[in-house]
């Protein structure tokens, strides 16, 4: 298929500018050194957003920034079928199964909670914002103790530059939309929030678990 030389000009002066925030910086790590957790079940994100979907796409990119930091996480396909298969489907209602309990069943050290809090592009005259953002908690399986909470963000500001004075700018505005209903880019914004949010090593974020060589190293 031919593509006219104007999209592909206007898709180029696309701006993109993914960013983010990690937790706060004077985080008490007390309780996280203490317990040590090794392994780590991802518990079905809550979706607060109003997106369709938003806690499965999120849930499915955590797995990489928590493994790459030196920690061993329960394959997050087979936990979501073990709560199916035990009649647990919402993830308002797994959150609320008792840590001890989730310990007997897949023996994890800890869980991580999360909640979606934002999904999805909103659009103005010439532009379109993607932002996902997200916050979640730590708590050991062994003894219920909070570890570690956070929250992150990721922005996608599809902004055009300025082709062509105001009318380039609308044609821009209007490609960016088609591309965005073609592409989920809220799924790959989602990706950059997952390591945002739980790659060790920055400030106030999770520590390096014990595979990493920088473990213990904080």
Avoid at 178 to 203: C, E, K, Q, W, Y
Wanted: hydrophobic letters at 40%; proline letters at 6%; glycine letters at 8%.
């Amino acid at each position: 298929m031919n593509v006219p030389r104007w999209v592909t000009s206007v898709c180029c002066a696309s701006v993109l500018l993914l960013t983010g925030c990690a937790a706060k910086p004077s985080y008490d790590y007390t309780a996280f050194k203490r317990n040590g957790p090794r392994s780590i079940l991802i518990l079905p994100p809550v979706n607060d957003s109003t997106a369709v979907g938003a806690n499965y796409s999120l849930m499915s990119q955590m797995t990489l920034p928590l493994a790459e930091s030196g920690y061993y996480v329960l394959p997050v396909t087979l936990v979501d079928e073990t709560f199916r298969q035990n009649g647990l489907n919402d993830p308002t209602d797994i959150a609320m199964v008792p840590t001890k309990k989730l310990h007997e069943i897949f023996g994890a050290d800890a869980a991580l909670y999360v909640h979606v809090k934002q999904y999805g592009t909103s659009y103005q005259v010439v532009s379109s914002v993607t932002t996902v953002t997200a916050v979640a908690k730590l708590v050991d399986l062994r003894s219920g103790e909070l570890l570690w909470e956070g929250h992150a963000s990721a922005i996608d500001n599809g902004q055009a530059a300025n082709v062509g004075g105001i009318v380039g700018m609308l044609v821009a505005a209007v490609v960016n939309q088609i591309m965005a209903s073609t592409f989920d880019r809220s799924h790959d914004v989602a990706g950059v929030a997952s390591v945002n949010l739980l790659a060790a090593g920055r400030p106030g974020g999770m520590l390096y678990g014990p595979r990493s060589p920088n473990y213990q190293k904080e």
